[in-house]
């Protein structure tokens, strides 16, 4: 009778038989970072980098005020925009990248325009101690508040009197802010045309209509691409 010999095959030979099967890592670049506010936890970021690195600072007892007439704000009210003074010196808080406080996280608006992405530099708000809060959290973090071209403003009260004043007011608009925490880049979108500009760059499917462009249509569009 005739004996069935077995033989055991190199690795390499089972791979191309179809016996085995290479598992291809997937590359780390595929992999999509997600930010959300809960996991910064009470206290200071101080730096743009202390804030990517998570490193806390713990903070003395704060108080919320808001950016018109610095009123007092409940502990439990949001607000979008607003400025922190410590209790012990009632002194305005400044110079902190980020507060995170009783889980809501807001970031100073001077830093906006510090790390602003390129072509948006001239974008400034009229309070830049004051804290805007992060609305929506995912692949990147989002704000709005007002903002205008300084570049334009400046030109416009140049022109001089009541005229010039009234131009130059006229330039304040609640605008929406985008932070890239990779890119360490704020992102001010200006118009409908920047807005998809930033769409397609986010390799978004849809586009907005600019006949219908306002402040609600860019939140519904946001709320498509940031999770």
């Keep these: 009778m005739m004996k069935i010999k077995y033989l055991l095959l190199p ?49 003395p007892l704060l108080l919320k005020r808001t950016v018109r007439g610095m009123k007092p704000i409940a502990f439990d009210v949001d607000a979008d925009q607003l400025f922190f003074i410590t209790k012990s010196d009632s002194t305005k808080l400044s110079n902190v990248f980020a507060v995170s406080f009783r889980g809501s996280l807001y970031i100073e608006q001077k830093y906006f325009t510090k790390y602003a992405k390129k072509g948006n530099k001239n974008e400034e708000g009229s309070n830049p101690n004051s804290y805007h809060r992060v609305l929506k959290d995912g692949r990147f973090l989002y704000m709005e508040g007002v903002f205008f071209n300084a570049w334009k403003k400046g030109f416009a009260y140049g022109m001089g009197g009541a005229v010039g004043g009234a131009v130059a007011s006229s330039m304040d608009e609640l605008k929406a802010v985008v932070f890239d925490v990779d890119k360490k880049e704020f992102d001010f979108i200006k118009d409908c045309e920047d807005f998809n500009i930033f769409l397609t760059e986010r390799q978004a499917a849809e586009k907005v209509d600019c006949k219908t462009y306002s402040i609600e249509k860019v939140r519904e569009a946001i709320d498509k691409i940031i999770k």
């Excluded at 016996?19 to 743009?48: C, H, N, R, W």
């Design 11 to 59: 690795m390499y030979l089972l791979a191309f038989s179809g016996f085995a099967q290479e598992i291809v890592p997937q590359p780390e670049s595929s992999l999509v970072k997600m930010y959300a506010v809960k996991d910064y936890p009470d206290g200071f970021y101080i730096t743009i980098d202390d804030f990517i690195q998570k490193k806390r600072t713990p903070y």
